[in-house]
């Protein structure tokens, strides 16, 4: 199956759409994006604004998510910013804190003290 994200006019993803291979498959027998896109205007009634994703994150760096942007520049899916203080991977395009977590225990952004608070688990 490929996957085929619906932008609005600002390419923010409104949903992800599955196409069966078949539907990609140019007179070659090879998978074209077109084809795809042909595919889904024709049976959204004529919607044209679409862009494939790949779930595995082998090309425009990540899967595609409902509220994820697409970035013409960086042909790219980037997720919402989660916090003001987290900075884009240039990359990766996934948002990382400026400060690196820390490997023991679990923990949780604080965005008021900007860094990582650990969770006490109680029995």
């Known amino acids: 199956m490929a996957h085929f994200a ?5 390419n923010l ?3 992800v759409h599955r196409v069966h291979n078949n539907e990609l498959l140019d007179e070659n027998g090879n998978e074209s994006e077109a084809k795809g ?12 604004n679409w862009k494939q994703t ?3 994150g082998n090309f425009r760096k990540n ?17 919402p910013k989660p ?9 990766t395009c996934q948002w ?3 400060v690196a977590k820390p490997t023991d ?3 949780t952004w604080d965005e008021a003290t900007t860094s990582w608070v650990q969770i006490t688990l109680q029995a």
């Open 6 to 10: 619906k932008l609005d006019d600002n």
């Open 13 to 15: 993803v409104i949903t």
């Open 37 to 48: 896109i042909a595919f889904l205007v024709a049976w959204s009634g004529g919607y044209t």
């Open 54 to 56: 790949s779930y595995n």
């Open 63 to 79: 899967y595609a998510g409902t509220g994820y942007t697409y970035d013409q520049q960086r042909d790219a899916f980037i997720a």
């Open 83 to 91: 916090y003001p203080s987290w900075i884009l991977d240039e990359a």
């Open 96 to 98: 990382q804190p400026p």
């Open 105 to 107: 225990g679990i923990h």
